[in-house]
């Protein structure tokens, strides 16, 4: 087995100096005025693929935006790996909580901070970093290569699904390989085996046909931003569940051998609490954290706006209400039948005098990995090597609506290996990620890319 | 008896000129960034004092914004009458949904629209031009005059009570003489004999320490944007009754008397519901709509902010969540009373994980008329002089303060006589002023301004 530790540490700075460059891309999928931004992005990764040792690079149009494919064949007979990945980010908002501006990235105490740091650029650098340590050295990489980055995956990978099945044949592969995941504590390798889907909604209460005077119009007409707290509210119980009917049917029991593998990690709930910052944890009644975290669905609220919401005080009546609401789902949850339920219930919950409109935007299903896999067995090995540990498997509370897209579009199964730390902002102002978890997650993805091709071959 | 009428009418182009100068300046009280535009105000104010025969004015600095005084004294016995009235003007957002800009007047339909055009500029112009007729005629206004407009009626009033309790003696008087307030239909004249009061809160739950991943923390996290629901839902019951322990308690039932005088008015219930443009009238179970905005107390929302509000998705766990909350009250509750049980039961509410922070605004007492006074003669003579018809007593939703501050401090009644038409828009866009009620309105004070003089030496 090779050992990539020295030819990483020399290239190290380097690789770091390429990461800001592609960090200071401000590719918000979801802001329709950083178009040029995301196409600034796809280039990025078109470019630098080819400078890992990836022959064939293409930027391909969809509806919406670029997707970066690249294509590197060794042998027609040879095992195939897709890689997944995205190269756009959330939105950095509100930007006045940042330490540093969130497209200037900025290293502090052995964390690089930038938007995309961890989500996903800087685990797409990693992999584009193990190849070129593998190709650049002569050392084989023994499977065929597909690496497909695209731009969309904040927005629910509009266009991913008709792109992959369009192209099903020229994708053909054994194995999916996703690094957009994390682990569970800084010296802990982690393979995630289970993912949250997504169901995510915008509530719109209507009332009065404009903005009142709340003294001359107050008592008599009902107050859609009243309204909109009454069925927020409406949508839990007390026990911190769902009100939604039908909402727990399908969701699959927690298994004996599902506790004692969480039981086994090392799980400090004070730690929990103080990264996240809350006077105390809660969530549904009757589990622990990681089980709410892992195996339960949950419903929240994203956002909420009505009104006057500046300093001061205005005395309005608002004309309507809006808000946010997500829920995560988990196997055997189905996003179609969810948001059904969820609509039905919502106009339920109404109280006459307003009327309800409810927008849906993306939505994933939930997923479980089959663990038996060879794959499984190729990346704890990379992962003992490089971080000196086996690693664990876990669960995501997270989604990744495209997993199950790529397991049923070419028959093959999900690898996620990810490498974000907990507390690493993903989503939030001052994301970052570990300098030194990227520096030995090249190196195990160095490793990874050779051993895949030998249990693939078996 | 004098007859004004000839003389509004040749005047009255130059009037709505002046008005609409008046109507220009943004003078938004609540704005830090338009300090500027309330000096012009009272600047504006105070030189069309002079210009309407008011010998003496003064632009009096306060804490916050200026105060106008105007001073006209006929005779050391004669009884004296002061004006109050406000030169600034609520919020004009959302500025997108005026037809024409907010400070920029426009005639439509024998309307002036503008921001501040009925509340309070245009009914404030009202009694300048009144008395501009009666002085400019060589008619005498028998009793001396003292002015009062101020800056901050649309914050709380917060430096007028203690400018009027410095100034007692020198603006000691026997009767206020108020215009802030409306009519009940088109032809009919009315005077105001209560009001209701108001407590202004903002309600902020805290959750985590920054905004968080809603995937990766989901479940185990208490979201505040639910919690803040959770909360505004808890301060109603399904009755439509505020959950407050006290809350009615001094509430006053309504008497006889009172149904009755609301049975006389032109109410139409349908006529409101198209006003305010809702699908049906809500509000307290038990009650009428005149009953619920005159004599009930309310507990609506104001305005909500939370976590993402762009467009499109962001599956953010927001780390706040902000609601404007108020309360407008009805004799015999206190402001002070109501606010502490207020923030207990948001306290009570509010679910463990969350921090609650609840800061109070401006708050206003709850006010009654004796309309046994001879002052409300004058009114009613001078109002059926102009309108061709006897005033109705009603009350009004809204809360002017103020009002029994002034009662209070010179021990002089308060006679609210005001030209504010259902569906105004008052605190919304489009706000206007009928431009047949502001020449009728001016006739009327014409007369006023000497009536009440004859009824308060009587």
């Not at 193990?130 to 904040?154: C, Q, Y």
């Not at 300093?311 to 189905?334: I, N």
């Amino acid at each position: 087995m090779s050992d990539f530790s020295s030819s990483i540490d020399r290239d190290l700075p380097r690789f770091r100096a390429e990461l800001c460059e592609f960090l200071r891309i401000p590719s918000i999928s979801t802001d329709p005025e950083r178009a040029g931004a995301i196409r600034d992005g796809a280039t990025w990764v078109s470019d630098h693929m080819r400078q890992a040792g990836i022959p064939e690079t293409e930027v391909i149009e969809t509806e919406g935006h670029p997707i970066v494919l690249g294509e590197r064949m060794v042998d027609d007979d040879a095992p195939t790996v897709l890689l997944y990945g995205h190269y756009d980010v959330q939105p950095s908002e509100p930007d006045d909580l940042w330490t540093a501006p969130p497209f200037e990235p900025t290293e502090r105490d052995g964390r690089l901070y930038a938007r995309g740091a961890v989500d996903d650029k800087g685990q797409v650098h990693m992999h584009l970093k193990a190849l070129e340590t593998r190709l650049s050295a002569g050392v084989d990489v023994p499977v065929n290569l597909k690496l497909v980055i695209e731009g969309e995956e904040e927005i629910g990978s509009r266009n991913l699904g008709q792109f992959l099945s369009e192209n099903s044949e020229r994708l053909a592969c054994d194995a999916v390989l996703i690094s957009d995941t994390g682990m569970f504590a800084p010296d802990l390798p982690c393979i995630t085996t289970g993912l949250r889907g997504i169901v995510y909604t915008e509530i719109n209460v209507y009332g009065p046909s404009s903005d009142l005077h709340s003294g001359s119009f107050g008592g008599a007409v009902v107050n859609p931003a009243n309204a909109l707290a009454s069925i927020l509210a409406g949508l839990k119980d007390e026990d911190g569940r769902a009100t939604i009917p039908g909402y727990y049917d399908s969701v699959r029991a927690i298994t004996d051998r599902e506790r004692a593998d969480l039981e086994r990690l090392p799980m400090d709930e004070e730690i929990l609490r103080q990264t996240v910052g809350s006077s105390e944890l809660g969530g549904e009644k009757g589990f622990s954290p990681l089980e709410r975290l892992w195996y339960r669905p949950t419903l929240d609220v994203n956002g909420l706006l009505s009104g006057f919401t500046g300093e001061g005080s205005k005395t309005v009546l608002p004309s309507k209400a809006m808000a946010k609401v997500s829920m995560r789902l988990v196997p055997d949850q189905q996003a179609s039948q969810v948001v059904e339920a969820f609509e039905a219930r919502v106009k339920e919950l109404a109280p006459p005098g307003v009327r309800v409109e409810i927008r849906r935007f993306h939505g994933g299903e939930p997923w479980v990995a089959d663990t038996e896999h060879p794959i499984f067995e190729a990346a704890s090995e990379a992962l003992e090597t490089a971080f000196g540990t086996p690693p664990a498997f876990i669960r995501e509370g997270g989604s990744i609506p495209i997993v199950q897209s790529f397991e049923d579009t070419f028959a093959a199964p999900a690898l996620l290996v990810g490498f974000a730390l907990p507390g690493c902002n993903a989503h939030a102002p001052d994301e970052w990620l570990d300098l030194s978890v990227y520096r030995r997650g090249i190196e195990a993805l160095a490793h990874l890319y050779g051993g895949i091709g030998d249990k693939l071959k078996g």
